[in-house]
């Protein structure tokens, strides 16, 4: 059976989980803008709240900051990306998390994409890795290390010599697919040809027309993506599905996507 959740908020996320019935649930454990490090906005430490959640049944994922870019080629972005993105695993370790979310980051239109998948080869080599780090597709942007299936061949290509390697695993976002130009039909054998693997499966509709290369999500059956096609990836992934979607639509997309998969 595949589990399905969301995003919640992290002021009570137990909470939020059993208000939409969500089996699993990502929760930030920092402000996601910020290169402070992790400090959960939630009433207990991070084991304490692993436990309750385990108590509860409910599995959790954490996303890391969207201002980690272990790609970048500029000391003063890469460097500190490697320290958070390593806090937020040890983080995510104490929490018993089933997973660390991270996106793939870019390069600048100055630097080969060479330079991007080395820097990811040796942040991963480097990285103290105890709970899966799942490499996200981000949906915008020329010099993206995990926009275009190419690109992300390259990057799986560089990390894969790795000995944390296996160790690592990919999150497929539906909605920065289809605004990436990467068809829905098709995607979940397009994504495998190249990771061998889908951990996570970020389940949200696109506002935006298929190639907009806009990274605005809609709720299910609400936005621009095929819905059949979005079901498809669902069944295909064999992977358990977290909404980053419009929270006051949680309960109905969780309906939608039940109901159909
Ligand atoms: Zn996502």
Redo the contacts with the bound molecule.
């Keep these: 059976m595949t589990l399905f959740g969301a995003h919640v908020d992290p002021a009570d996320p137990l909470a939020a989980a059993q208000e939409i019935g969500a089996e699993i649930i990502q929760v930030n454990i920092g402000d996601p803008q910020s290169w402070k490090a992790p400090a959960p906005r939630f009433p207990w430490d991070l084991e304490e709240f692993g436990a309750r959640a385990a108590e509860a049944g409910i599995g959790i994922y954490v996303?890391s900051p969207f201002v980690i870019n272990v790609a970048s080629t500029n000391n003063r972005i890469r460097i500190p990306s490697r320290k958070l993105l390593q806090q937020h695993l040890d983080a995510a370790a104490r929490l018993g998390a089933w997973g660390v979310?991270v996106h793939g980051g870019h390069v600048t239109a100055n630097d080969p994409m060479e330079a991007g998948f080395e820097n990811w080869f040796k942040a991963v080599d480097g990285l103290r890795i105890e709970v899966p780090l799942l490499i996200?597709n981000t949906a915008g942007g020329n010099h993206a290390m995990a926009r275009r299936w190419e690109n992300l061949a390259r990057l799986w290509q560089a990390i894969s010599t790795s000995n944390n390697a296996k160790r690592v695993g990919f999150?497929l976002?539906t909605?920065?697919a289809h605004a990436s130009g990467n068809p829905l039909q098709g995607l979940v054998d397009d994504v495998l040809a190249i990771t061998g693997r889908i951990d996570l499966v970020?389940l949200?509709d696109s506002r935006d027309t298929e190639g907009s290369g806009a990274d605005r999500?809609a709720n299910l059956g609400k936005g621009q993506a095929d819905p059949d096609w979005l079901v498809e990836v669902m069944r295909r992934a064999q992977a358990p599905a977290?909404l980053?979607t419009p929270s006051e639509g949680h309960t109905d997309d969780l309906e939608w996507i039940r109901s159909r998969v």
């Design positions: 996303h979310i996200e999150c976002d909605c920065h970020h949200n999500h977290i980053e």
